[in-house]
């Protein structure tokens, strides 16, 4: 299964831009780029996906790069309800495959 | 809509009882999944449905077994309990046979395993 790399934690201050990036080089023609996050002692929560091109909705922005080796999700106003693991997850439609995640840490 | 809901919340077992974790949704989504997660892990796949009388298996599916009789109930029996099936469960499902669609996940179920 194609994997995806992220670092295991980050910090933000409330009301600032976060930016959480996600290495997958070894993403295949048909993977989407799914984004969950889970808040503490809660199931996680669809974010965003996309395919090739930058995808917004109510929540966030994703950015894929050219190549589509790694991705940026983008949480545009930090808000202490955004602290959460965020996965970053490759979908060839049969099943998803978690990794470790970022920790989203947000500073009042 | 009550969503994907999953009962109970908690349960400790003793080593080698059996119990089935219950899983229901009144979304009528055909794709349905079971997941465990390990304190500090992601996620892992267990078993998985894409549709009433379909299951499969998913990375983790050892001592564990699923049915889809109906399109909303995919229940978990976990057959000889042992301690390293002690974790939180969590089920979802999602519109469609493919989980390209946005998946809904439920409050999770935490077993304990003495």
């Known amino acids: 299964d194609a994997k995806t790399t992220q670092p295991n934690s980050m910090e933000s201050n409330e009301e600032e831009p976060v930016h959480l990036p996600c290495n997958h080089s070894?993403?295949?023609?048909?993977?989407?780029i799914h984004w969950y996050r889970q808040l503490p002692s809660q199931g996680p929560e669809y974010v965003i996906h996309?395919?090739?091109s930058n995808v917004n909705n109510r929540m966030a922005s994703l950015a894929i790069a050219e190549d589509r080796k790694s991705s940026t999700l983008i949480l545009h106003r930090a808000t202490l309800r955004d602290a959460a693991v965020y996965y970053c997850?490759?979908?060839?439609?049969?099943?998803?495959?978690f990794g470790g995640g970022t920790r989203l840490m947000v500073k009042p | 809509n009550a969503g994907v809901t999953q009962t109970p919340k908690f349960q400790v077992l003793k080593t080698g009882q059996s119990m089935t974790l219950q899983c229901a949704q009144d979304?009528?989504?055909?794709?349905m999944s079971w997941y465990r997660q390990d304190p500090g892990m992601g996620l892992r796949l267990i078993h998985y449905?894409?549709?009433?009388?379909?299951?499969d298996q998913g990375e983790v599916p050892n001592g564990y077994n699923v049915s889809r009789s109906t399109t909303e109930d995919f229940p978990l029996r976990l057959l000889s309990a042992a301690p390293s099936q002690t974790s939180v469960y969590f089920c979802?499902?999602?519109?469609?046979?493919?989980?390209?669609?946005?998946?809904?996940f439920g409050p999770g179920t935490r077993l304990t395993v003495l």
């Open positions: 979802a499902s999602s519109y469609g046979d493919t989980t390209y669609n946005e998946q809904f």
């Open positions: 070894t993403i295949s023609g048909t993977d989407y």
């Open positions: 996309g395919l090739t």
């Open positions: 997850i490759l979908n060839a439609g049969n099943m998803l495959t």
């Open positions: 979304m009528n989504h055909e794709y």
């Open positions: 449905s894409v549709g009433a009388g379909i299951t």
